[in-house]
């Protein structure tokens, strides 16, 4: 873009992006706004300031700035359903004055913001800008099929409480069955979170249905999830992903190698050992950055993994203390080729040549970033979206398998050691895999490539809120 059309962007643009201080919601969040201002906008980024003092190191870009928006002492501790319910309500009395406050602010100084941007825990944001007329987005950061279940789910024939009640199955056109062990975690009865998640979606889902202007962008590309895209047509859905560094994905700026915004600190020090390690030979795992396992399924792992006689780098984020338990079972005497760290650039690890397969939560992020690393996924879903997720690699995109729980939950030992001989292994069955992976990962950069759907996408935002 000429350097005048650029500045010209840069005096109508301002976009307010609000987000939730987790991980999954922080990078996606950043890697927006550094797409955007690369197109000459201004973002601020606003979220707790609890959650900007433990970020470990903003990135710094012109154009890019950080707002607090919810200035007060957020829980450490929301793991729980009442915590979390009541950190929640919090945030609800707390946030929408203090919005409010900024936006004013910003009109006041002369840079009113044309866009504000808002997560999904935080649905009040779409009613603050309503009411001082600046337009707004949800900025959904799960795939569009998790959306559709959502919608799917809400607008169900048999009420909301009857399918509560009930095993839901939900019918997406063009898609395979998603029976209950399918869909989103909250929509099991019983399930803690539940009634909170379903509050939140539905509140999404008015402003999206009612408000004409309204519309959600979602970290996905059009050729990945058509038909979910398809089937909420009435949302004005606006696909904008891989949300990726962009030196691992349209390689428009090398120098963008990570998002910018780890709540963990990293071990540097795996880099020389996976550079050691023939091509394709490690097994890469992460559960990302919320989900805690049960000692029980770390010691599955940690055996699947030392039998399987393969090299592997897992990330056992010490805050759990599961580094520590880990080490004491290689003490007693189980020693395989693996590294251990707290926390690894995992976009710069998938993206490494010696990677061969990720053993993953299926977290929407991380499975986006496998893809477009092309590497095999093996989905052992945890919570939430990434049930979903985890049936779309294996039976929709076929660039993975989903690991089998036992009854109690847990993934044995020789599923895993299953699992790995598919994928990365030369049957069929992994070739077939491999070969999906390469393919989506040629899509999924097309799609942020000039010209591609995702990067006509954000073309077409900066053109609408001018
Ligand atoms: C959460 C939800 O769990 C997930 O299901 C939802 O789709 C998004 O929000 P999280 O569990 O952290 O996120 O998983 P994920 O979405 O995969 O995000 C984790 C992020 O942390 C990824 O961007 C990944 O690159 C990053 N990460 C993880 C690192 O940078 N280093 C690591 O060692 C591990």
Known sequence: ???????????????????????????????????????????????????????????????????????????????????????????????????SNLLQKFLADGEPVTLLVYSIILPWAAAVARDLQVPSAFFFNQCATVLTIYHRFLNSQDGIHGKINSSPSIEVSGLPLFSSSDIPTFLIPDNPFSSVMIKLMQEHIHVLEQDPRSFVLVNTFEELEQESIKAVANMNVIAVGPLMPSAFCDGSDLTDKSFGGDLFC??????????????????????????????????????????????????????????????????????????IVPWCSQVEVLSHRSIGCFVTHSGWNSTLESMVSGVPIIGCPQFSDQTTNAKMVDEVWGIGVRAKANEENIIERDEFKKCLDIVMGDGDRGKEIRGNAGKWKGLAIEAVKEGGYSYNNLKILLEITR
């Open 266 to 339: 990293q071990s540097k020090d795996y880099f020389e050992w996976l550079d050691s390690k023939p091509k394709r030979s490690v097994i890469y795992v992460s559960f990302g950055s919320l989900a805690v396992l049960k000692k029980e399924q770390k010691e599955e792992i940690f055996h699947a993994l030392v039998e399987s006689g393969r090299p592997f780098l897992w990330v056992l984020r010490s805050s759990n203390n599961e580094e520590e338990e880990v080490h004491k079972m290689m003490e007693n005497g189980l020693n395989g080729d693996g590294i």
């Open 1 to 99: 873009m000429a350097q005048e059309q650029q500045a010209t962007l840069m005096n109508n643009h301002h976009y307010l992006i609000v987000f939730f201080p987790v991980q999954g919601h922080i990078n996606p969040s950043l890697q927006l706004a550094k797409n955007l201002v690369r197109n000459g906008a201004k973002v601020t980024l606003g979220t707790t300031n609890r959650g900007l003092k433990q970020i470990k190191s903003l990135p710094t870009l012109k154009g890019l700035s950080f707002a607090s928006i919810l200035d007060y002492q957020d829980n450490d501790d929301s793991q729980t359903h009442k915590e979390f319910l009541s950190y929640l309500a919090e945030l609800r009395s707390i946030g929408p004055q203090n919005l």
